[in-house]
């Protein structure tokens, strides 16, 4: 059993649309939950972090964190076309910016 | 800011020759680099782990022998593949982390494409 379990996708939604994306991991240990994003032939950016359960949003993006499900949620609100890219959720049972565990990445793309 | 760049973008090499790549931080210093690799439609691995001027920290079933990183100063480090061979064609992607930037970030480079024919 992989430790994060990312559906790959390709996902497809018009634009406007609400998007969910979701993570699984079976590693109790991971403490700090984080959204990167990739464009085509860049490398991942952070979107958000998030720190043990609960919610965190910024503008148009929320990320929720179940601890007890081990279940991670990416909520992206009026969706635009230039919100196509991968999603990757990380994951990471140390504080500060190490040994990162990443899903499988979920290819969005937004119809104009 | 916390611009990392990866040099070169592409490469095709014959099997049985080394490769490097360079990973370099241009706007800061980074106390900690990390190598990944990508396989098509799978996610980012970490290879290994290293701080300026140490020796990195290999992940588990990574060989140190053949996958060489150096990280011989604050804003460069190098990976290189000796005896490559085709398995070993993938998306290699580094990235730069720094306290005095941000406590949690890790910063990606754009990635090399490595193809051994």
């Known amino acids: 059993q992989k430790e994060v379990e990312q559906d790959p996708g390709p996902l497809s939604v018009p634009e406007g649309a609400i998007v969910s994306l979701n993570c699984t991991y079976s590693n109790s240990a991971f403490q700090y939950f984080m959204w990167y994003r990739q464009y085509s032939r860049k490398g991942p950016e952070l979107l958000m972090y998030t720190y043990s359960s609960g919610n965190k949003e910024d503008g148009r993006f929320t990320a929720q964190v179940d601890k007890s499900s081990k279940y991670i949620s990416l909520f992206i609100r009026d969706s635009q076309p230039s919100d196509s890219a991968t999603y990757l959720c990380a994951m990471s049972a140390i504080q500060g910016a190490q040994k990162l565990v990443f899903g499988q990445g979920t290819r969005l793309t937004i119809n104009p | 800011g916390a611009v990392v760049s990866q040099h070169p973008s592409r490469v095709i090499c014959k099997s049985g020759t080394s490769v490097k790549i360079e990973c370099r931080s241009l706007d800061f210093q980074a106390t900690t680099m990390f190598w990944y690799r990508q396989f098509p439609k799978q996610s980012l691995m970490l290879m290994a782990t290293?701080?300026?001027?140490?020796?990195?920290?290999?992940e588990q079933g990574v060989e140190k022998d053949k996958f060489l990183i150096n990280h011989a100063s604050l804003t460069l480090s190098t990976l290189t593949v000796t005896s490559a061979h085709p398995e070993d064609s993938s998306f290699y992607i580094c990235?730069?982390?720094?306290?005095?930037?941000?406590?949690?970030?890790?910063?990606f480079g754009p990635g090399t494409r490595l193809t051994v024919t």
């Open positions: 990235s730069a982390s720094s306290r005095t930037v941000s406590p949690y970030e890790q910063y």
């Open positions: 290293s701080n300026e001027g140490s020796k990195a920290t290999y």
